[in-house]
């Protein structure tokens, strides 16, 4: 009797640990849930915040109001908060800058795109032919086609990986799949990552002058090093206009004196408008936290979300 009544006293225990671990596992999913839904809700106070500003300025966009980098907290039950960012997503290398063309018709490289890339790299420390390596290698991964370009790699370059892939011959999805390419190591992506974005569009990147900080100098010079200084774009950029330039045919003459030149701007890539916006979002609810990422395509009004990211890992 006394072997039996130990012996469900176990069973009993093992039971009652599995319901409790149940149990905590459908109250995390149902906080995850929640915390999911409030970040979707607060995107979109984010996504209005947004459409105010093409209101207030529809060919303009400049840093009055405060709106770029700053943190907004807003109060959750239970204790909770959500914490969201609003910055100009525009300003960055856009990856599929390195191929023009669509998935219909096709995607070939892009000269112009690899050798801003280039310039970028070298602008930040890569030596030049690592830097023209890398660049050939990523358009290479972006086109449509298995044919290696000017210092590029394709599948071959990738057959004897472990394990073996195949490169991607489409836009690339986010800058993290950039670990992937050709040359690329973990040191120079994390040299690399805070210039980079992936904008779902094969565009060179769409910079706004007016919203360009003095520390992202380097966006402009990689337009052309050999002209272009570092440091005089960034007393450029420190001594613009307090609302901006209206127009950027009011840019060009101040920016002449940092070494850009029209003849620098191919396809008008330089703008005084942003079209694309970046929200980082933080969840704190029920004891845990949740962070997203989120890229906002304003060319048009209603500003919609094209692209989410949950976690802050790679």
């Known amino acids: 009797m006394l072997l039996l009544v130990a012996i469900m006293g176990a069973l009993a225990a093992a039971a009652f640990e599995r319901v409790r671990l149940s149990t905590a596992l459908a109250l995390n999913g149902a906080a995850l849930d929640q915390a999911r839904a409030y970040a979707i809700g607060v995107e979109g ?7 105010d500003l093409a209101a207030e300025s529809p060919d303009l966009t400049n840093l009055e109001g405060n709106w770029n980098g700053t943190r907004r907290t807003i109060p959750l039950p239970a204790e909770g908060s959500a914490e969201g960012t609003i910055r100009d997503g525009g300003n960055c290398f856009n990856l599929n800058s390195l191929v023009e063309g669509g998935l219909a018709t096709g995607l070939k490289r892009r000269d112009a795109g ?20 890398i660049a050939g290698a990523a358009a290479d991964w972006a086109d449509g086609d298995g044919v290696r370009g000017p210092d590029g790699a394709e599948d071959e370059a990738y057959a004897a990986g472990d394990p073996a892939y195949r490169s991607g011959n489409t836009l690339f999805a986010d800058p993290s ?9 973990p040191e120079i992506y994390r040299v690399l990552r805070p210039w980079l974005c992936a904008l779902p569009v094969a565009e060179l990147s ?20 050999r002209q272009a200084e570092v440091g005089r774009v960034r007393a450029l950029l420190a001594d613009r206009p307090a609302r901006g330039w209206a127009t950027i045919e009011d840019f060009w003459p101040e920016a002449a004196g940092a070494g850009i030149g029209r003849a620098l701007d191919p396809m008008s890539q330089l703008q005084t408008r942003t079209a694309w916006f970046g929200l980082d979002l933080l969840i704190r609810f029920q004891g845990g936290e949740m962070e997203e990422s989120a890229l906002v395509d304003a060319r048009s009004r209603p500003a919609r979300i094209v692209a989410r990211r949950w976690g802050s890992g790679e």
């Open 177 to 185: 799949e950039l670990r992937a390419v050709a040359g690329v190591s």
């Open 45 to 51: 106070l984010l996504a209005l915040r947004i459409d």
């Open 114 to 133: 690899a050798q801003q890339f280039s310039n970028l790299m070298v602008v930040l420390g890569l030596p030049e032919p690592k830097a023209r390596a």
């Open 206 to 225: 769409p910079i706004n002058v007016n919203t360009l900080l003095p520390a992202q100098a380097a966006l402009l010079v990689m337009l052309d090093p």
